[in-house]
Structure formats: structure tokens, C-alpha cells
């Protein structure tokens, strides 16, 4: 039996998120994979931005920091270039991410600094009550796309892989196992990682667009996703309509708070 | 050893915050700021410090707050459009406490303004940049050596109460050279934040402490505790809690307040026997002394009260110095930030008037001589 209670702020509890939120699932995940690594509590540091998702960071027992909307990576850059022995994993919503943030979200890829970027792509703003996302898709309703979507969608892992993520992934609440591995990977990797996770808000996102419950919402991912190895040997008609899930990006660059110090050495042996 | 240099302001505040302890500088190129990030740009790795071009000022402050909270001295330059951006994330830092210095040389504004030319217009952003209710620590030196030693002085005051400390420069004083004697780096005080002694299970790390200022653990340490811009309580948890908000927001507003001796500087330049008083800071308290200079020979008797620390503002030697001479010159380079304040702690004692100038021409003795005189006649 796996102990989260090791791991969680049992005293901040219940959670705020609504029953249903895929978010949770996220989190016991994300927990997993910090054990199976073996990392020390003391030397984790999670950062998040603003959103429901954000509000992980609270209940996790390690150094946490919540901070504004938009820029979690951007304190979490000044960290691991500060103390690059903490291992930094940022927590951060689609909108945080990838809207208000999406300037420091490519720029910290371009830079391959050592971050793991957890991405709870909801399609949606949830926190403020299920208005449009830069991931809402075509036609889809949000509050303030009421007579549905009419702007193009980013591919959140995708702008990543252009922007020179090292490693790059997307897994759903659906595929736990899966997600849970994904996560391991991407701490273990040593470069900017991104793992876009589905998890559906059957709140904002769900009541609106008549997705049905929560067991619907994940029906709908088990039914829609394929793994990466199978969509390989996939055409890309058979591919149409479907979500690539796995790993995405698996490639070594130079990092940049290794290269930083690096410098330092130099400078100090007075090359 | 006292060393003789030359240098500029902007270097001696690149200098200056090395001396004080620096060890990350994460900012994004603006005029007339610049030079500070590049010559930290080449001395901060030989110093084992961490130097970083961000993307934009609004990550360069992110950069800067998640740095201090691992322990490091950090700091970031800019200017009027930068220093705009920075503002939200100034009031996170003052709500979590975060140790860290901005420095604004102040350029003309509104918007791009003018990037090339000095202006003092940002003093009242720099007090109300950030939304919501506040206390903030802004200091003005007026020479080279001072934005070295104030530079020294806004980190050990964002050290010794945990907040945000703005330095205000501006193009005069960021690019003119000067001789400088810097003084024993063995009398130099340098301030550290005070770290917990107690266990890490019995660290709040927003506890009440008598003096209003909770020891801060860096990340890292071992002490593994929450960090947010939300109204939170002594555990650091957000709370919706009246009761504790209260606390909470009076503890930082007093933190400043009740420490008002300790952080509010003035210079007090020939005001003993001066009929006509002025005051004045920066650049523009500059001018003001060689126009005191002038006018004395002429047998005109003025004095300066120049303000050192703009905010908190001066209130009570303003209200002693306007009790004791009953006209007052405020000048600065813009529309009358600081006189507005003046004329408010002055209560009515005496008369304020304004010299000002917003063109981007600094405003020079002559102007201020005229001004003066021009007031005599009537
Ligand atoms: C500067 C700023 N603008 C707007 C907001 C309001 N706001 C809070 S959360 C949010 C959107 C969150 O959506 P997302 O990042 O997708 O996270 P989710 O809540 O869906 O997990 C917005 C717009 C804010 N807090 N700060
Ligand atoms: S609104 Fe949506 S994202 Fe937010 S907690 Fe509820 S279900 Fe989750």
C-alpha cells in the first residue's frame, strides 16, 4: 500500500476542488512517482501559479510556493538557478501556462532549464468559472465563448517540443500508470520537461458543454486517446480526431543552470 | 584601505550590491538602466553569484522573489515601462515577505516616454505601483558614492524587515562619473535576514514575533513550509479568516511604521538660520545646492531639508522644519508628487510652492535662483 499521508498536508484537507475534478487524480500521481524516485521531502520544491490547479501546491509536504498567476515558472527559474540541488516541479493550469504565461513557458524550454512542468490541461479556466482557454476547442462553449469557440487551439506539448523542451509528454487521469511513469521521467530528466496531462473539469467545463459525469469525461479519454508507439504505425487519417498520448520528446541538450555553473568554475579557476 | 575610483552610478550600484552581499540579478535590458545588468553580467559569476537575462521585467521580479526565497540577495534594474511591469509582483513579494531590491532609474513617462532623458516621475508608482494597501521602503540617494552606500543600505533594510526596497535613480545620476572613496569594506554594515533557530517542526513561518518581523527559512534548509500572495495566517495557509487577515495586514503595515527612526533618512543642509526652505531629492537635489550656494552669496538665506528615504515620506521632520520656516520650495522633476505629501504634513504651517520641470532638461541652479527670487519680489 503506497502512504500518501507521507507525502499530503492531511490538515489542509478537504481539498477545493469539486468532487469529479480530475486534478486529484493528478496529485496522487504525482506523489507516486516522487516516492518511486526515492526524493527527499526537504529537496523538493513545488511551484504553482493561480487556478484550481495551482492550488495543488498547498497540499503537498515539501517546500511550496504559490504564486502569481502566470509566472510560476519564472520564480521557479530564479530558484533552481539559485539552488540548483532542489529539484523544482511547477504546477500550472493551460491557462496559466500557456495564456498569461505562455511567454516564460517557451523561453524556459528555449533555455532547457531543469523545471518539470505539470500541465492540467483542462480546457478551460476553471477557478474563475469556466471562461475560454487558449486549449478551449473549436466550437466548444465557455462563458465567454457562449456561442462557442471560434479561435484556434495551441498544442501545449507541441509548442514545448518547438520551443526545445528536452522532454516532452501527455497522459490523462485515465491512463494512471501511464501518468504516473510519465511524471518519474520527467523529474529524472535533467532539462526542461513538460507533462500535459488531460484532466477533464467537469464543472466548468463538463456542465456547459453537456460532456456528461466525470466517468463519462474519462470514457471519452479512454476511448480517444492512442499511445504514441501505436500512433506510429497509424496514418494520419486513422489519426484524425484522436490524442496522442506517452512520451512525445525525449532528446539531451545542454541545461541551463549546469551550463551557469559551469561558468562559475570557469571564472573561478581564471580560464 | 579607503580605494580612490572613478565611476559611474549605475556602476556603483552594480558595486555597491556586490558589497552588500549580492548573489542573483535576474533583470531584462532597458535605457537608462542597462549598465547595471551588464556589469553584473560579468561580475556576478566571479563572485559565484547567478546573473540572468529574463525574457521581460514581469519575469525578471518572478526570478528575483523565487531566488530570495532560497536565501540569495537578490536584485533587479529597470526603468519606468519595466518597472510598471514589475508592480503586481512587488505587492507579492510585500505580501510574502520576500526580501529584494528593485532599482528604478527613472526615465520620462508616461509610456516609452522618453528613454534617453531623466524625469523623477515615478515616486508615486513607486508607492502605489502595486495594488491594494501597503507600506513600501523607497530610498533617493543624489550622488555616486551615495547610490553606492544606499544601494549597501536597500539591501539591509529588505534583509533586516523582509519587504521589497526600491531604489530611485534617474538618468543624471545613473550615467554621470564621479570620483569616489570607498570606504573600509571592515566598517561596512551588512545586514542577513535572521534564519529560525527553532526545530522545523515548531517553525510558523509567519509567526508574530515581537518585533513584527517572522525569521525566514530558505527553501531547502529543511524547514518545508507554504509560500503564497493569498491573505494567509502564522502558518503561511490562506485563510479567510477576518480576524487573521487583520493581523496580518496591520502586522506588515506596522512592521514599516513602527520602524519609521530607523529606516527614514533626511540631510538637513543649511536649514538652521535659512529663511526660505526647500526640499528636494535625487538629481534635482543636486541643483538645489549649488542654488543655495548662489542665492547666499546674494545674501538670500534658503536651506534644504533633502529627502534620503522618500517612503515612508519624512512627516516629522517636514512638520518641524515647516513649523519653524513658513516658505517652502519643492522641487522636482515632475508635476508635484512630493510636494503634494509637503503641503499635507505641513499641515497649513507654511506656504509650499512648487519649482518644477517635466521637459527632460534637468532643472538647473539658475532656474531654481530665479524661481526664488522671482518670490522675494512679491
Ligand atoms: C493577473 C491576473 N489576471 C487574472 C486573474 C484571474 N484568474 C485566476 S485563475 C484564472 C484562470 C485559471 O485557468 P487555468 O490556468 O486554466 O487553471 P484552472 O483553474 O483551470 O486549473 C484567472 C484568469 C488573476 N488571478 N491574475
Ligand atoms: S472548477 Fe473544474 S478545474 Fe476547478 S476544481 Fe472544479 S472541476 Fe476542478
Redesign the pocket.
Same mark, same amino acid.
Given at each position: 500500500m503506497f502512504e500518501y499521508e507521507k507525502y499530503i498536508r492531511k490538515n489542509k484537507f478537504p481539498l477545493?476542488?469539486?468532487s #469529479?475534478?480530475g486534478?486529484g487524480i493528478v496529485l496522487k500521481a504525482l506523489l507516486r512517482a516522487i516516492d518511486s524516485i526515492g526524493l527527499e521531502k526537504e529537496n523538493v520544491c513545488m511551484v504553482s501559479g493561480i487556478g484550481?490547479?495551482s492550488r495543488l501546491t498547498g497540499y503537498v509536504d515539501c517546500n511550496t510556493l504559490h504564486t502569481t498567476h502566470g509566472r510560476a515558472i519564472t520564480f521557479a527559474t530564479g530558484i533552481k538557478m539559485a539552488k540548483p540541488e532542489l529539484n523544482v516541479i511547477v504546477i500550472t493550469g493551460d491557462g496559466d501556462a500557456t495564456a498569461i504565461g505562455g511567454n516564460h513557458y517557451i523561453h524556459a524550454a528555449r533555455r532547457n532549464i531543469d523545471l518539470t512542468v505539470i500541465i492540467f490541461n483542462?480546457f478551460i479556466y #476553471?477557478?474563475t468559472g469556466g471562461q475560454v482557454s487558449p486549449t478551449t476547442p473549436v466550437g466548444m462553449l465557455a462563458s465567454t465563448a457562449p456561442f462557442g469557440n471560434m479561435e484556434n487551439t495551441f498544442n501545449i506539448s507541441g509548442l514545448a517540443q518547438a520551443a526545445g523542451a528536452s522532454f516532452v509528454a501527455r497522459g490523462t487521469v485515465y491512463h494512471t500508470v501511464m501518468l504516473e511513469k510519465l511524471i518519474k521521467k520527467a523529474i529524472l530528466k535533467n532539462g526542461f520537461s513538460v507533462v500535459e496531462v488531460l484532466s477533464p473539469?467537469?464543472?466548468?467545463?463538463g456542465r456547459r458543454n453537456k460532456s456528461g459525469t466525470i466517468i463519462d469525461m474519462m470514457n471519452e479519454q479512454k476511448d480517444n486517446c492512442v499511445t504514441s508507439a501505436r500512433a506510429e504505425r497509424m496514418s494520419e487519417r486513422e489519426l484524425e480526431g484522436k490524442t496522442v498520448i506517452g512520451e512525445l520528446v525525449n532528446i539531451d541538450r545542454p541545461e541551463c543552470s549546469k551550463q551557469y555553473r559551469k561558468l562559475i568554475e570557469r571564472c573561478r579557476s581564471g580560464l | 584601505m579607503n580605494v580612490i575610483r572613478v565611476m559611474t552610478g549605475n556602476e556603483a550600484c552594480a558595486e555597491g550590491a556586490l558589497a552588500a552581499g549580492l548573489s542573483f540579478f535576474a533583470g531584462y535590458p532597458i535605457t537608462p538602466s542597462s549598465e547595471i545588468a551588464e556589469e553584473l553580467a560579468e561580475l556576478l559569476p566571479c563572485a559565484e553569484g547567478v546573473f540572468i537575462q529574463m525574457e521581460d521585467e514581469l519575469a525578471s521580479i518572478g526570478a528575483v522573489i523565487g531566488a530570495s526565497l532560497t536565501g540569495a540577495k537578490a536584485m533587479t534594474a529597470t526603468s519606468g515601462p519595466g518597472f510598471s511591469l514589475m508592480q503586481e509582483n512587488i505587492g507579492y513579494a510585500i505580501m510574502a515577505e520576500v526580501p529584494c531590491v528593485i532599482v528604478n532609474v527613472m526615465r520620462g513617462g508616461p509610456s516609452t516616454g522618453l528613454p534617453t532623458l531623466p524625469s523623477q516621475g515615478d515616486v508615486m508608482q513607486a508607492r502605489w505601483g502595486t495594488h491594494g494597501d501597503h507600506q513600501i521602503i523607497a530610498l533617493a540617494p543624489y550622488s555616486v558614492i551615495e547610490i553606492f552606500d544606499l544601494t549597501i543600505r536597500a539591501f539591509n533594510l529588505a534583509e533586516k524587515y523582509r519587504t521589497p526596497v526600491i531604489l530611485l535613480l534617474d538618468e543624471i545620476l545613473a550615467h554621470v562619473s564621479e570620483k569616489v572613496v570607498l570606504s573600509d569594506t571592515a566598517v561596512r554594515v551588512i545586514i542577513d535576514r535572521i534564519i529560525p533557530q527553532e526545530a522545523p517542526e515548531a517553525y510558523l513561518p509567519y509567526r508574530y514575533t515581537q518585533n513584527l518581523i517572522p525569521p525566514m527559512a530558505p527553501f531547502g534548509s529543511g524547514y518545508r513550509y507554504h509560500v503564497t500572495g493569498l491573505a494567509h495566517d502564522e502558518t503561511g495557509f490562506p485563510t479567510n479568516d477576518p480576524v487573521e487577515i487583520e493581523k496580518l495586514l496591520f502586522r506588515l503595515q506596522d512592521k514599516i511604521i513602527r520602524n519609521r527612526d530607523d529606516i527614514v533618512q533626511v540631510e538637513e543642509f543649511l536649514l538652521e538660520d535659512a529663511e526660505i526652505g526647500i526640499i528636494s531629492y535625487g538629481s534635482s537635489a543636486r541643483s538645489c545646492r549649488h542654488a543655495i550656494r548662489q542665492l547666499r552669496a546674494q545674501g538670500v538665506r534658503v536651506g534644504m531639508l533633502r529627502l534620503i528615504t522618500i517612503w515612508p515620506f519624512a512627516n516629522v521632520k517636514v512638520e518641524k522644519w515647516t513649523k519653524n520656516i513658513g516658505k517652502w520650495y519643492v522641487v522636482e522633476m515632475n508635476m508635484g508628487q512630493i510636494a503634494r505629501e509637503v503641503e499635507a504634513a505641513a499641515h497649513g504651517d507654511a506656504t509650499i510652492f512648487g519649482i518644477r520641470q517635466i521637459n527632460g532638461e534637468p532643472i538647473n541652479p539658475e532656474f531654481i535662483c530665479q524661481k526664488i527670487k522671482d518670490g522675494l519680489n512679491v
Amino acid at each position: 500500500m503506497f502512504e500518501y499521508e507521507k507525502y499530503i498536508r492531511k490538515n489542509k484537507f478537504p481539498l477545493v476542488w469539486c468532487s #469529479g475534478c480530475g486534478d486529484g487524480i493528478v496529485l496522487k500521481a504525482l506523489l507516486r512517482a516522487i516516492d518511486s524516485i526515492g526524493l527527499e521531502k526537504e529537496n523538493v520544491c513545488m511551484v504553482s501559479g493561480i487556478g484550481c490547479s495551482s492550488r495543488l501546491t498547498g497540499y503537498v509536504d515539501c517546500n511550496t510556493l504559490h504564486t502569481t498567476h502566470g509566472r510560476a515558472i519564472t520564480f521557479a527559474t530564479g530558484i533552481k538557478m539559485a539552488k540548483p540541488e532542489l529539484n523544482v516541479i511547477v504546477i500550472t493550469g493551460d491557462g496559466d501556462a500557456t495564456a498569461i504565461g505562455g511567454n516564460h513557458y517557451i523561453h524556459a524550454a528555449r533555455r532547457n532549464i531543469d523545471l518539470t512542468v505539470i500541465i492540467f490541461n483542462n480546457f478551460i479556466y #476553471g477557478m474563475t468559472g469556466g471562461q475560454v482557454s487558449p486549449t478551449t476547442p473549436v466550437g466548444m462553449l465557455a462563458s465567454t465563448a457562449p456561442f462557442g469557440n471560434m479561435e484556434n487551439t495551441f498544442n501545449i506539448s507541441g509548442l514545448a517540443q518547438a520551443a526545445g523542451a528536452s522532454f516532452v509528454a501527455r497522459g490523462t487521469v485515465y491512463h494512471t500508470v501511464m501518468l504516473e511513469k510519465l511524471i518519474k521521467k520527467a523529474i529524472l530528466k535533467n532539462g526542461f520537461s513538460v507533462v500535459e496531462v488531460l484532466s477533464p473539469c467537469p464543472t466548468a467545463f463538463g456542465r456547459r458543454n453537456k460532456s456528461g459525469t466525470i466517468i463519462d469525461m474519462m470514457n471519452e479519454q479512454k476511448d480517444n486517446c492512442v499511445t504514441s508507439a501505436r500512433a506510429e504505425r497509424m496514418s494520419e487519417r486513422e489519426l484524425e480526431g484522436k490524442t496522442v498520448i506517452g512520451e512525445l520528446v525525449n532528446i539531451d541538450r545542454p541545461e541551463c543552470s549546469k551550463q551557469y555553473r559551469k561558468l562559475i568554475e570557469r571564472c573561478r579557476s581564471g580560464l | 584601505m579607503n580605494v580612490i575610483r572613478v565611476m559611474t552610478g549605475n556602476e556603483a550600484c552594480a558595486e555597491g550590491a556586490l558589497a552588500a552581499g549580492l548573489s542573483f540579478f535576474a533583470g531584462y535590458p532597458i535605457t537608462p538602466s542597462s549598465e547595471i545588468a551588464e556589469e553584473l553580467a560579468e561580475l556576478l559569476p566571479c563572485a559565484e553569484g547567478v546573473f540572468i537575462q529574463m525574457e521581460d521585467e514581469l519575469a525578471s521580479i518572478g526570478a528575483v522573489i523565487g531566488a530570495s526565497l532560497t536565501g540569495a540577495k537578490a536584485m533587479t534594474a529597470t526603468s519606468g515601462p519595466g518597472f510598471s511591469l514589475m508592480q503586481e509582483n512587488i505587492g507579492y513579494a510585500i505580501m510574502a515577505e520576500v526580501p529584494c531590491v528593485i532599482v528604478n532609474v527613472m526615465r520620462g513617462g508616461p509610456s516609452t516616454g522618453l528613454p534617453t532623458l531623466p524625469s523623477q516621475g515615478d515616486v508615486m508608482q513607486a508607492r502605489w505601483g502595486t495594488h491594494g494597501d501597503h507600506q513600501i521602503i523607497a530610498l533617493a540617494p543624489y550622488s555616486v558614492i551615495e547610490i553606492f552606500d544606499l544601494t549597501i543600505r536597500a539591501f539591509n533594510l529588505a534583509e533586516k524587515y523582509r519587504t521589497p526596497v526600491i531604489l530611485l535613480l534617474d538618468e543624471i545620476l545613473a550615467h554621470v562619473s564621479e570620483k569616489v572613496v570607498l570606504s573600509d569594506t571592515a566598517v561596512r554594515v551588512i545586514i542577513d535576514r535572521i534564519i529560525p533557530q527553532e526545530a522545523p517542526e515548531a517553525y510558523l513561518p509567519y509567526r508574530y514575533t515581537q518585533n513584527l518581523i517572522p525569521p525566514m527559512a530558505p527553501f531547502g534548509s529543511g524547514y518545508r513550509y507554504h509560500v503564497t500572495g493569498l491573505a494567509h495566517d502564522e502558518t503561511g495557509f490562506p485563510t479567510n479568516d477576518p480576524v487573521e487577515i487583520e493581523k496580518l495586514l496591520f502586522r506588515l503595515q506596522d512592521k514599516i511604521i513602527r520602524n519609521r527612526d530607523d529606516i527614514v533618512q533626511v540631510e538637513e543642509f543649511l536649514l538652521e538660520d535659512a529663511e526660505i526652505g526647500i526640499i528636494s531629492y535625487g538629481s534635482s537635489a543636486r541643483s538645489c545646492r549649488h542654488a543655495i550656494r548662489q542665492l547666499r552669496a546674494q545674501g538670500v538665506r534658503v536651506g534644504m531639508l533633502r529627502l534620503i528615504t522618500i517612503w515612508p515620506f519624512a512627516n516629522v521632520k517636514v512638520e518641524k522644519w515647516t513649523k519653524n520656516i513658513g516658505k517652502w520650495y519643492v522641487v522636482e522633476m515632475n508635476m508635484g508628487q512630493i510636494a503634494r505629501e509637503v503641503e499635507a504634513a505641513a499641515h497649513g504651517d507654511a506656504t509650499i510652492f512648487g519649482i518644477r520641470q517635466i521637459n527632460g532638461e534637468p532643472i538647473n541652479p539658475e532656474f531654481i535662483c530665479q524661481k526664488i527670487k522671482d518670490g522675494l519680489n512679491v
